[in-house]
Every structure is written in structure tokens, then in C-alpha cells.
């Protein structure tokens, strides 16, 4: 893997024992600057609608992550042979007010692409994003699924813990198309 990649946050925050996680020939690291050519995109589009996102959008977005969202951490798994994302998850800091200052961390937009989906690469990345809370500090981590991927991530060690609700805005209705 080069090492002249501009990634999203410090890839030191991945440890050698998550790496350790992945077999060989794949490697997880942090989202890089140049990662729109790795099918960052297509690899998404297995989890929901993207929109048609340029190259100048990703790049302004990436900057937005890299210089301003810290506590924002994008992961993706790499084919080492083929330079491509076949998986991409992140996780969210929340600085709390309650529970002595507490920190969680958010799941977010996990995917394997559907030609590695069933190799437990999804798993691995759940795990990834876990241990990257434990590091920065979270004293737990919360998601989102829908009711088809409860086991799944019970497997992952998730308990179902509430309901999850969303408000719509229709203003921008034009923007948003739900996948």
C-alpha cells in the first residue's frame, strides 16, 4: 500500500490487531483524498442511492471530513491486488453533556460490495469501527439497521436497544432520494 495517500484521519488510530482482522491481500485503512477512482461510490451504491456525485463534490466533502470533522471516521476495506473498495463503514463521535462527558460513537453506512458480501468482511469492518471507538475513547457504539440486518448484527454484538424514528424535510425532498 503506498504511503503517500491523504487520508481522512490518522490511520495510526487502526491498530496492528484490527489489521490483523483482514486476510491477506486486503487492507483496511482510513478513506483517501484519491479514493473516488477506487469505487468508493460504487461501493456505497450496494447500501443505498449516492446521487451522481462528481469527483470536485467527493474532494470538497473529503476536505470538509479531513479539515473540519474530526470525530468523523470513514474506513474502507481494499483489494490490495486490484487497488479497488470492496467495503466501507464509519464511525461518528458524539461528545456528550450526560453520563460524566461520555463519548459515543456512531455506526454509519456500512457496506460490502455484493461480490464479497458472505466472506465476513462485514463483520471485520463492524469490528474495526468498535475498536476505533474504544481508542478514541467511546464507551459505546449505537446504530441504525433495518429489521432484515438485526441478526447480523447481533452477531456483531449489537443489542437491540429502541426504535429508531427519522423527520423528513420536504424542503429538501429534491436532494435526498431514500435507497
Known sequence: MATSLD???DPAVITPEIKSLYPAGYTIRPLARDDYHRGFF??????????DITEAQYLDRFDWHKNHGRGWYYCVVIVDATDRIVGTGAMVVEKKFIHNLGIIGHIEDITIAKDHQGKHF?????NTLDGIAVNVGCYKTILDCA???EGFYAKCGYE???TEMSHYYEEFKSDYERG
Open 42 to 51: 460504487q461501493c456505497l451504491q450496494d447500501l443505498t442511492a449516492t446521487g
Open 122 to 126: 462485514g463483520q471485520k469492518l463492524i
Open 7 to 9: 487520508f481522512v484521519f
Open 160 to 162: 437491540k436497544a429502541g
Open 147 to 149: 429489521a432484515r440486518n
